[in-house]
């Protein structure tokens, strides 16, 4: 008799990934006509979120008593349900802390386990990590942004060969997936996890959410909070996207040349491990008209425009 399967999608932030939980809660019904449970994830911390934060929670608690039971919890729904796959995901799972893998090694003897992990190219991750977290009312990033790339915590997610090693060990079969590939963009998020899995979301499209905001809005946002200023971000957010639709492109990069290449050259060594051993290898381009230092101060003029469109709403 076949064992059952435990499928891991554990991001990383920034890669579809709430997008995809749409899909995976949007789809529950159909899942479960496949043999497949996607536990309820209304629970808390984040009851509304359609993703599984209570396991990360539970996973990275180092209680043993906690992690007991959230484990009943999510067996006894997989019991319940007859189901031949238990399939869980949510972004922190990719957090650079051992004792989130080692909260699914248990499992190793009951389940044969799959992890899909789409990764972006470190310096591009970096980018729009910062841009995620100076939005997210629980951090507010106050670190300038190369103060948040050096950060010892900001590096060790960047280590993605020492992430996916980690996993494996447990044991556990890889699916690592380069998100910005043109196979990705041309088949979509949706497409490609299916291939990944074997399962069969319906073809659907994953609806675009949880876009970045424009670059210097995020460098807004960072000044404010490193200043400790009071802010409402939702007419901040509102004002950036008035901006965008009135003759502001989007700004996407703020790290610069010599950064960027700095960070190729610190990642080598890892980038080389992952290359050989999960397939993954990146190309690293000049991007069209980057300055070489990087940008950490607001941009005068778009601080400006954004006042404007603030008083106008």
């Known amino acids: 008799m076949a064992r059952p399967q435990l499928v891991l999608h554990i991001g990383t932030h920034k890669t579809g990934t709430s997008a995809l939980q749409g899909v995976f809660e949007a789809q529950r019904d159909r899942l479960r006509g496949q043999g497949v449970c996607y536990p309820i994830t209304a629970r808390a911390p984040w009851p509304d979120l359609p993703k599984h934060c209570s396991v990360y929670q539970a996973a990275a608690s180092g209680d043993a008593a906690q992690q007991a039971a959230e484990w009943r919890v999510l067996l006894d729904e997989f019991e319940a349900s007859q189901a031949h796959t238990l399939l869980i995901s949510e972004e922190g799972l990719s957090e650079p802390d051992p004792s989130v893998s080692r909260f699914f090694a248990a499992r190793a003897a009951d389940f044969d386990i799959t992890v899909v992990c789409f990764l972006r190219r470190q310096d591009l991750y970096v980018e729009s990590l910062f841009n995620q977290f100076v939005r997210e009312s629980a951090r507010r990033e106050a670190r300038p942004l190369l103060s948040f790339l050096r950060a010892p915590a900001t590096r060790a997610r960047l280590d993605y060969h020492t992430l996916l090693e980690r996993w494996a060990a447990l044991p556990a079969r890889i699916h690592a997936i380069d998100f910005d590939a043109d196979a990705v963009r041309q088949a979509g998020i949706v497409r490609v996890f299916e291939r990944a899995s074997g399962m069969d979301l319906g073809g659907v499209q994953a609806p675009r959410t949880n876009a970045s905001c424009d670059m210097r809005l995020a460098l807004v946002l960072n000044h404010l909070h490193r200043q400790r200023e009071a802010c409402e971000m939702e007419p901040l957010l509102r004002a950036g996207r008035a901006l965008s639709q009135s003759g502001w492109p989007l700004q996407r990069h703020l790290l610069g040349s010599q ?25 690293w381009p000049p991007l069209p008209g980057e300055a070489p230092l990087a940008t950490e101060a607001p941009d005068t003029a778009y601080l400006l425009a954004l006042a404007a469109a603030l008083s106008r709403q």
């Open 259 to 283: 950064e960027r290449a700095r960070l190729r050259n610190d990642l080598s060594p890892s980038n080389r491990r992952l290359a050989a051993d999960f397939g993954i290898e990146w190309e």
